[in-house]
């Protein structure tokens, strides 16, 4: 898996150094991101408490991409029926 693919900025609360998976030494800018690898790929290795911190991430993560879903659908129902909107009056 290539671990570049993630967040290409630290975020503003990010650590002076980066964090580093103890099982692969993978390093992350992020608890969350840090906690989610962890569970995905070393799921079977992983202590009660990093399995916690895993499932917390996965709540996190599951609620944000929600969120980002209805606000995408709310962006594409403005788009369509302003186009309808203009539509309706150009012709």
């Not at 992020?30 to 399995?51: F, I, M």
């Not at 879903?69 to 186009?83: E, H, Q, S």
């Amino acid at each position: 898996m290539n671990h570049t693919l993630g967040r290409q900025t630290p975020p503003p609360d990010a650590p002076e150094e980066p964090l580093t998976c103890d099982h692969c030494g993978a390093q992350f800018v992020d608890e969350e991101l840090l906690a989610l690898h962890r569970g995905q790929e070393h799921g079977d290795a992983l202590s009660e408490a990093e399995t916690a911190a895993y499932r917390e991430a996965l709540a996190a993560e599951r609620d944000d991409i929600r969120l980002f879903r209805l606000k995408a659908l709310a962006g594409l129902l403005v788009l369509y029926f302003g186009f309808i909107y203009v539509y309706a009056f150009v012709v």
